[in-house]
């Protein structure tokens, strides 16, 4: 940019000229080409910033959902069971785990006691109708053998205990099962669990709550043949 001066008389005159160059708009108006070169740069610079944090936030985002597929935290009542192609590679936890996606298939099995209770219809030795009701607890102890071996574990627990108390009813006459309460109380999850192994159940105990007979002629039949000494046995009845 130039200025120049010049003096009329007692006027001076100040000229300035500009070295830039001017562009005219449709308007008539003028723009100076470096200012405009100047605009877009910046606007170029913005751009590319800008880019940079969404590219930089997409990259986070799949980060954090892969960080999802591959970590696990098991916590300290449960287990995972790893499966490779089909194939049970390894029982995972309590605590951090790590899983291939895609590739390995995971399944959470609980070690947390459960309680079950069971009702049991069947027909004595001596023709007596007889409702059983039972609670039971059992628990997982083997988790790759409860997901392998059975479809579902306590399903298969629950129709084990239910057919070895209907075989017990059925083999029994209806004034043997309240005297033999206390020994199947202390003996069936022994025996039930040595089935319930097979698939990494283990039944802890078992209550019989409640014994139920259907009041028929065999009952009545059946309780006349009864001698006075077996009725002392069974005790007297319990109070409402």
């Known amino acids: 940019m130039r200025q120049t001066t010049a003096r009329l008389g007692s006027i001076a005159l100040r000229t ?3 070295t830039a160059p001017l562009t005219v708009t449709s308007e008539g108006s003028q723009t100076c080409l470096p200012c405009r070169r100047t605009f877009l740069s910046g606007i170029r610079a913005v751009v590319m910033v800008d880019g940079s ?30 499966t490779r192609l089909g194939r049970v590679v390894r029982v995972d936890g309590p605590g951090l785990t790590f899983r ?7 399944t959470t099995v609980s070690l947390r006691p459960r309680e079950l209770q069971i009702v049991v219809s069947a027909t004595t ?3 007596i109708g007889v409702q059983l009701v039972a ?6 102890t083997e988790p790759s053998r409860s997901v392998t071996v ?4 306590l399903g298969a627990t629950l129709d084990v205990l239910e057919s070895r108390l209907h075989t017990m009813v059925m083999q029994s006459d209806i004034w043997s099962l309240v005297p033999m309460r206390t020994s ?8 039930a669990s040595e089935v319930t192994a097979t698939w990494g159940v283990e039944v ?14 065999n009952l009545l039949r059946s309780l006349r043949r009864l001698p006075a000494s077996a009725l002392n046995r069974m005790g007297p009845p319990a109070p409402n």
């Open 150 to 153: 059975v479809p579902d574990a």
């Open 184 to 191: 199947v109380e202390a003996d069936f999850p022994a025996a």
């Open 125 to 127: 030795r001596d023709g």
């Open 53 to 82: 944090v969404v590219w930089v936030l997409i990259g986070s985002v799949v980060l954090v959902l892969f960080a999802g597929l591959v970590v696990h935290v098991v916590p300290e009542y449960q287990r995972i069971v790893v």
């Open 16 to 18: 300035v000229s500009s």
């Open 204 to 217: 802890v105990e078992m209550k019989l709550l409640d014994i139920e007979a259907r009041l028929n002629g």
């Open 135 to 140: 609670h039971v607890v059992c628990r997982v």
């Open 100 to 106: 291939a996606p895609g590739l390995e298939r995971t």
